[in-house]
Nanobody, 125 residues
């Protein structure tokens, strides 16, 4: 059974930083794509960043240059470093497992199957 546990959310002022972590179990982590999504208040869930099993990365245009996704296969953990945070980044952030041995990193929800419970990030102005 796949389990994903996010941590690191919280409240921060605009311009601040947070680092989210997602610990995974129940799947061969090193060959699985991983992604971060978020659901802003009153909006649909949206793609934020993804990292393939071969460590290729993809970012939403709204976070490119501010957020960095990384993974530690030994720790079975994926990270999202968020810098220069804005109030528009306020959302519940979810990590998710993607497919294995992919050649193209998915950037849509349909490319991911297991999801964490989410962690709240609130950025005040």
């Amino acid at each position: 059974q796949v389990q994903l546990v996010e941590s690191g959310g919280g409240m921060v002022q605009a311009g601040g930083s947070l680092r989210l972590s997602c610990a995974a179990s129940g799947r061969t982590f090193s060959v699985t794509d991983m992604g971060w999504f978020r659901r802003p208040p009153g909006k649909e869930r949206e793609f934020v960043a993804g990292i393939s099993w071969s460590k290729n990365t993809a970012y939403a245009s709204s976070v490119k240059g501010r957020f960095t996704i990384s993974r530690d296969n030994a720790e079975k953990t994926v990270y999202l470093q968020m810098n220069s945070l804005k109030p528009d980044d306020t959302a519940v952030y979810y990590c998710a497992t993607g497919r294995q041995f992919t050649t193209v990193l998915a950037t849509r929800e349909t490319g991911y199957d297991y999801w964490g419970q989410g962690t709240q990030v609130t950025v005040s102005s």
